[in-house]
């Protein structure tokens, strides 16, 4: 299984949370869609 990259992926998720105009709800819409891909992915078996 692939080693996601989660610094780099964190660094661009807060920046861009942090340019919205509100930055509370768009990480929680980024977290929202991360934990839907993740089960997603596991009932699948594949990423």
């Known amino acids: 299984m692939a ?3 989660y ?3 964190m ?3 807060l920046t861009g949370v ?3 105009e509100d ?3 768009a990480m929680l819409e980024w ?3 991360e934990l ?3 089960e997603a992915e596991a009932k699948v078996g594949v990423p």
Do not use: G, I, N, S
């Open 3 to 5: 080693q996601r990259d």
């Open 11 to 13: 660094e661009k998720m």
């Open 23 to 25: 930055p509370l709800k």
């Open 36 to 38: 839907m891909r993740v």
């Open 7 to 9: 610094k780099a992926l």
């Open 18 to 20: 942090l340019l919205e």
């Open 31 to 33: 977290l929202t869609e």
